[in-house]
């Protein structure tokens, strides 16, 4: 019988969870005992994937249950932190399982800044690691057969399930050991494994043959489906489908076999005979082709054996007739086996690290409900605020209640000195300034950290272009454009908030500017106050007047409802309620939860009564308002008016005005503070995300470079042939304008390229020289017989038509090599050499006065004088 097939486990390179988690954990958590259990427990995690991949594993069940409580805790750990690109960027990197690698590189490997990767990836070392565990157990007795049939469905439930979610999990193609068509034959492998354990078994047990039949005919039609996806898989090893077929034919030889065996105990002899006739075939088929990866002699000798005795008792007692292979009735199939369902937690000693966390998704739900209830909050103060702020620029208008109180025309009214106590306690006027001086500061800082975040998106995503449009098709991760789109629109609101905040500033500014002489004036001594407060008449008639009486009843009364309004806003904004409970209680009861409804019922119960008591305050200040205008009128009407008191009462509103324009600003400028404050963290946290993924990207960055390298590596490519220069150009001119003397050997010409040069013709014969061409003594030797173009007749045609007088018994010059000849590097000029006959290696340089002759030509005549001497190349 063949072996059992196992799959390799895929390996991974270490990453770092402490740190980039931890970080996580203390920008949201306070400093608390839940904060440092996090960060214990992410120490744990981090341990934990050491355990189940930093190191080889153990064929034992010991060993797939620490990957099964791995991938347990990233399933737990994934709705909890937000795992991604642009936020909790951290990369994993797997190798190909099946990928061995080549010559120049290694095997092939992904890497993905995305936790559903890592866990597909886990999985499938769950799926492998329990096909070889399984192919260990001795398959001899019970406990055995039945720990590999669990750990084979095991393994197929979890091919299967990759199979299922690969591509939704993420967000690029995947290597292709987990890709959905391989994945889906090694759980077709793993399933019919499962039902060959579930076969010898029932073998061991000795069932009825009926069952046993459709046990192994059940087993033959999973491996024929696991044969028919393999056969066409390049990546797969190459002895899984010669495996296969061999196994499928021997799973239908059993189900033969034994359906046979049923035969004949139903006497139907001549069935018995076919099945074990057609059984016997495909013996021959499996021993002639797969010999070399399964031992089926036993088996061939037991059907053998048994169609002997089955044909020698037909041919002397039953006669019955044997009916062809392909009449008889088909064997039945009993499947026993199904891939495992994957439900989380897998492992029995499960226990989630990160129990107390609250899940992403109840995050980002109380994110929401927060930004809804601070929305009522402001939306509440900010109505009581705008109203107070109404009323007592109405009623410094007015001139009151200064005007009530300063009825002798020459002390300062008690209300105007309880102002600048209250101005002077609060640091007068050089605290408001020193508010006013720290924004600016401030709001540059704040400017300086978006700006720097925004730099580091800005470059790194200059280099992904630049790389893109280098490396084209080769370049396939997402692109940082589309991957910062949060991050860019996130600080798109920060600069908004940042340009609203300078407008508020200016106004602030401006504001003071116009106020800032009266806000001086009540930082003054009450007898420096006295003296700058112009006097007038007396009015000390109305003291006693009932309109007097009416109007500081209704001032009393608006005095009470400011400080009612103080009591509301503290208590509108000490509501406090916990809504994690009830959105993990919806989340308990269903996968989505309605965040709106639940919000609004709780806001609404909280604060409907604050905002009813707002109403009503607003109500009553309209009421009390246009009862003070009215009485106001009439006092006014009672007062004697002359200019000095006119001028008095315009003093006493402006400096009733600048108090109330001082308190405004200084709580502006004090929620200004700490807005610019609070800005500061958040935009430090902005940085630290934008810095996060720009070194992943940068990392992940690297290893794509490396990745393209190693493919542009294996690429073949044709040499580059440089084009001549004008020196080579030239030097082919020369050379087709000299000629040589005729009683020597003409030298080839040296070939040099050209950008349009046509293709070289073929090569001839070698020249021969017969023997009666002996060459004479040198003295014998005629001189040389040539014309020679000299310097002053550059006309390539008569150079052209220039020619030289054969030597007898020679054979026309040897051309050229029929293939271009290195012509050297751009711009090389070769050093001066001796004169040579032949010629060659002259590289067209001309004869120099100082240099000394070179070696005489054999066989021909002496060489001529240095001035006569043509230009050979």
């Known amino acids: 019988m063949a072996t059992f097939i196992s799959v390799p486990l895929k390996k991974s390179e270490d990453v770092d969870l402490v740190k980039p988690l931890s970080k996580f954990i203390t920008s949201i958590y306070a400093v608390s005992e839940d904060q440092t259990d996090y960060i214990r427990a992410v120490d744990e995690l981090n341990k934990l994937r050491k355990s189940a991949l930093g190191r080889p594993l153990d064929k034992h069940e010991r060993s797939l249950e620490i990957l099964l409580r791995y991938y347990d805790q990233l399933c737990a750990a994934e709705p909890k932190f937000p795992f991604s690109e642009n936020q909790l960027c951290l990369t994993f990197t797997w190798k190909d399982a099946f990928d061995k690698g080549s010559l120049f590189s290694g095997p092939a490997k992904l890497a993905l800044a995305n936790v559903s990767y890592e866990k597909t990836c886990v999985l499938f070392n769950v799926g492998a690691l329990a096909s070889q565990i399984a192919s260990e157990q001795n398959l001899g007795n ?211 690290l990160f129990q107390k966390m609250v899940p992403l998704a109840v995050q980002q739900y109380l994110s929401v409900y927060n930004q809804r209830k601070a929305e009522i909050v402001n939306r509440l103060i900010g109505t009581m605020r705008e109203a107070s702020s109404l009323c007592s620029g109405v009623l410094a208008s007015l001139n009151l209640p200064a005007a009530l109180e300063d009825l002798s025309g020459d002390s300062i009214p008690p209300s105007i000195l309880e102002k600048s106590r209250s101005i002077i306690q609060q640091g007068g006027q050089e605290s408001i300034e020193q508010l006013i001086k720290n924004m600016p500061d401030m709001l540059q800082r704040n400017k300086e950290i978006l700006d720097e975040s925004l730099r580091m998106l800005n470059e790194e995503e200059s280099t992904d272009s630049e790389l893109r449009t280098n490396f084209g098709q080769h370049w396939i991760r997402k692109p940082s454009g589309e991957l910062y789109k949060p991050l860019r629109t996130e600080g798109m609101n920060f600069r908004s908030l940042l340009d609203k905040a300078l407008q508020s500033d200016s106004l602030l500014r401006e504001r003071y500017a116009v106020h800032s002489p009266m806000i001086a004036l009540l930082c003054k001594s009450e007898p420096e106050l006295r003296a700058a407060i112009p006097s007038a008449n007396p009015a000390k008639t109305l003291q006693g007047n009932e309109v007097v009486g009416n109007l500081r009843a209704l001032l009393d009364q608006l005095d009470e409802m400011k400080k009612e309004r103080g009591r509301i806003e503290s208590g509108i904004r000490s509501v406090e309620f916990d809504m994690t409970g009830t959105f993990l209680s919806a989340l308990a009861q269903g996968s989505t939860i309605d965040e709106e409804a639940l919000s609004t019922r709780q806001l609404d119960s909280s604060y409907g009564g604050y905002s009813q008591e707002v109403q009503k305050s607003l109500k009553t200040q309209e009421e009390l308002l246009v009862n003070v205008q009215t009485l106001h009128q009439k006092f006014s009407g009672m007062k004697q008016t002359s200019a000095e008191s006119i001028q008095r009462e315009e003093v006493m509103k402006k400096l009733a005005s600048a108090y109330d324009s001082y308190m405004e600003m200084t709580t502006n400028l004090q929620e200004g503070t700490k807005f610019y404050g609070d800005l500061t963290v958040i935009l430090l946290k902005f940085q630290n995300n934008c810095s996060d993924i720009v070194f992943a990207r940068k990392t992940e960055l690297d290893d794509l470079l490396k990745v393209i390298q190693q493919t542009l590596a294996q690429e073949p490519s044709a040499p580059s042939i440089p084009p001549a220069t004008t020196d080579q150009a030239s030097t082919t001119t020369t050379t087709s304008t000299s000629t040589s003397p005729p009683s020597r050997p003409i030298p080839a010409p040296r070939t040099v390229f050209s950008q349009n040069k046509p293709s070289p013709p073929p090569r001839p014969p070698p020249p021969s020289i017969p023997q009666a061409a002996k060459s004479p003594p040198p003295s014998s030797i005629p001189p040389p017989q040539a014309s020679t173009p000299t310097a002053s007749n550059p006309d390539p045609a008569q150079a052209s038509s220039t020619t030289s007088v054969e030597t007898p018994g020679l054979t026309s010059p040897a051309q050229g090599p029929p293939y271009p000849t290195y012509q050297g590097h751009p711009g090389f000029f070769p050093m001066p050499m001796g004169w040579s006959p032949f010629g060659y290696g002259q590289y067209n340089m001309p004869y120099l006065p100082y240099q000394s002759l070179g070696q005489v030509g054999y066989p021909a005549a002496a060489p001529p004088q240095p001035q006569n001497q043509p230009n050979y190349p």
């Open 142 to 352: 019970d406990e055995g057969r039945r720990t590999a049939a669990k750990l084979y469905q095991l393994a197929s439930g979890t091919f299967c399930h990759i199979r299922d979610t690969v591509l939704s999990a993420l967000s690029q193609e995947p290597t292709v050991d987990i890709s959905p068509d391989i994945t889906s034959a090694l759980s077709h492998i793993m399933l019919a494994q499962a039902q060959e354990v579930f076969f010898l078994k029932a073998t061991a047990d000795r069932m009825k043959s009926a069952i046993i039949a459709k046990l192994a005919n059940q087993a033959a039609d999973l491996y024929g489906e696991a044969c028919r996806q393999c056969q066409s898989k390049e990546n797969v090893p190459k002895e899984f489908s010669p495996i296969l077929a061999a196994k499928h034919c021997i799973m239908q030889v059993y189900a033969e076999y034994h359906q046979s065996t049923l035969a004949k105990q139903q006497q139907k002899f001549g069935e018995e005979i076919a099945r074990l006739q057609y059984a016997t075939s495909l013996m021959k088929t499996v021993t002639s082709r797969y010999n070399e990866y399964v031992n089926v002699k036993e088996l061939s000798d037991k059907i053998a054996r048994a169609l002997t005795a089955a044909k020698k008792d037909n041919d002397f007692i039953y006669h019955d007739r044997v009916p062809e292979s392909k009449d008889l009735d088909r064997i039945g199939k009993a499947s026993l086996v199904k891939p495992t369902a994957i439900q989380v937690p897998m492992s029995q000693k499960f226990t989630d």
